[in-house]
């Protein structure tokens, strides 16, 4: 494996055999650590995955897009909460949090998650306005 690819992975909490993702990815949704997974909590965490086949591809290529998506979800950087990335390199399958994964990122390229979120997330999030709600008018042709 690639230098850059270990270092990106290093935080890993987990991992297997490719061929066996769907358990193992069904596993890791629970988290990085066993919890009792209550009725209204939903699947669990949400999953990207991700195949690694050198670094620069990953920079250039793959970067952008999961910085977009966690955008777009609201798994805002530098936290992206509640999203595991599921890194396949060859036949291994490794599962990082996205925070631990962004954060290595940023540490190789040298760069800080707020300049990856203006270069290649949604826009949305910084440029927003902040106003007071909208207030509907009454019923037409009431007084009340």
Do not use: W
């Amino acid at each position: 494996m690639e230098e850059k690819l270990r270092q990106l992975l290093q935080d890993a909490f987990g991992e297997a055999a490719a061929r066996d993702a769907n358990v193992a990815i069904s596993r890791a949704r629970r988290g990085p650590t066993p919890r009792t997974i209550a009725a209204d909590d939903g699947p669990g965490l949400r999953l990207y995955e991700i195949i690694l086949t050198g670094f620069d591809a990953f920079a250039s290529d793959l970067l952008p897009k999961l910085v977009y998506h966690l955008e777009s979800i609201g798994a805002h950087l530098p936290d992206c909460r509640g999203v595991l990335i599921a890194a396949f390199v060859g036949e291994r399958l490794h599962f990082v949090e996205a925070k631990a994964f962004i954060a290595r990122a940023c540490d190789i390229l040298g760069i800080t998650s707020d300049e990856l979120v203006r270069r290649h997330g949604t826009g949305e999030r910084r440029t927003a306005v902040r106003s007071d709600p909208l207030l509907l008018p009454g019923p037409k042709g009431g007084d009340a």
